[in-house]
């Protein structure tokens, strides 16, 4: 079956721009987790719903970052005014239950120039 | 707080040899662990997990890792190491009271020479 889908898979933006990136979990899955992992690195926790509730947004970094997922399907996370240092690889996962293993899409390669 | 340990950077190994990559855990409740791989350009992959019972869980493409409570350890192994598992490997913990969401180590590149 389908895996974790995000779009775009590449995006460069200018400073102060306003970026959004999408995650498509896989069909039943009900947690969604967003992480943002830096070149050879492990990825690091932002947020995390359990269908349509945001349980956990103590890893946003700051309140330019927020994310939904209305439905408890497909979810979003924006970045507001972006900076340089939120050039990164942004990763989404998802998984059946809280104790299930999480599958991770192929992420968002994020440049702000 | 929470954390994972992956105290080698690299790991160099022969083909055919067995290989073993180190992870170490503290959390303040039971562990949930796990063991993701990244092979370069692609995304994480599964390929295993400890949640509760059997201390030794096998996983996808030959890999294996036993879970010691009394050094709180989950180490990765393979009896015979093929080039193809080159790759950068994280282990995670999350645990039963805590956040659901994955605490990664800082990853090991394993490199197997032919």
């Known amino acids: 079956g389908a895996g974790v889908s995000q779009s775009p898979r590449y995006k460069v933006t200018k400073r102060g721009q306003d970026v959004a990136l999408r995650c498509d979990p896989i069909s039943g899955h009900v947690s969604l987790y967003w992480y943002r992992q830096a070149l050879g690195q492990g990825p690091e926790f932002l947020t995390y719903f359990n269908y349509e509730a945001q349980q956990d947004k103590s890893g946003l970094p700051n309140d330019r970052f927020s994310a939904e997922r209305p439905e408890g399907s497909i979810s979003t996370l924006t970045i507001q005014r972006t900076e340089q240092r939120d050039s990164a690889m942004y990763r989404c996962?998802?998984?059946?239950?809280?104790?299930?293993?999480?599958?991770f899409g192929p992420g968002t390669r994020l440049t702000v120039l | 707080a929470q954390s994972v340990a992956q105290p080698e950077d690299q790991v160099n190994v022969a083909e055919g040899n067995p290989l073993t990559v180190k992870c170490t855990y503290s959390v303040s409740g039971n562990p949930y662990l796990f063991w993701y791989v990244q092979y370069p350009n692609r995304g994480l992959q599964f390929l295993l997990k400890y949640i509760t019972g059997d201390n030794l869980v096998k996983g996808s493409y030959g890999f294996e890792a036993e879970f010691n409570k009394s050094q709180t350890s989950f180490h990765l192994k393979k009896p015979s190491a093929l080039v193809s598992d080159s790759a950068l490997y994280f282990c995670a913990v999350s645990w039963d009271t805590g956040r659901r969401a994955l605490t990664f180590g800082s990853g090991t590149r394993l490199q197997v020479q032919p």
């Open positions: 996962a998802s998984s059946y239950g809280l104790y299930n293993e999480q599958f």
